[in-house]
């Protein structure tokens, strides 16, 4: 029966559920108690996340544009503060 509990607190925890529903989930009498239980898949569940999650964050590439630089025959938004308006 505890194998069940462990595989179903693990499915929980590896969706990201919070470790208070887990704690009430499983009928801890606090979350105290699951962490101490289950702290390190908590742990191993965040840097998953982190690691997907950092692979939503597009990357530089070489098409990116660098700060301050314009195309060519643009200029920069707001203008030259030099030139006068005619």
Not at 18 to 42: M, N, P, Q, R
């Amino acid at each position: 029966m505890h194998d069940v509990r462990g595989g179903g607190a693990s499915a929980l925890i590896s969706t990201g559920a919070d470790i208070a529903v887990v704690s009430k989930e499983l009928g801890h009498s606090s979350i105290a108690v699951t962490s101490d239980i289950y702290g390190h898949l908590f742990d191993k569940a965040a840097k998953n996340m982190a690691k997907r999650a950092a692979r939503l964050v597009p990357r530089g590439t070489k098409a990116a544009k660098k700060p301050g630089k314009t195309k060519p025959g643009r200029k920069a938004a707001g203008g030259n503060p030099d030139s006068k308006a005619a």
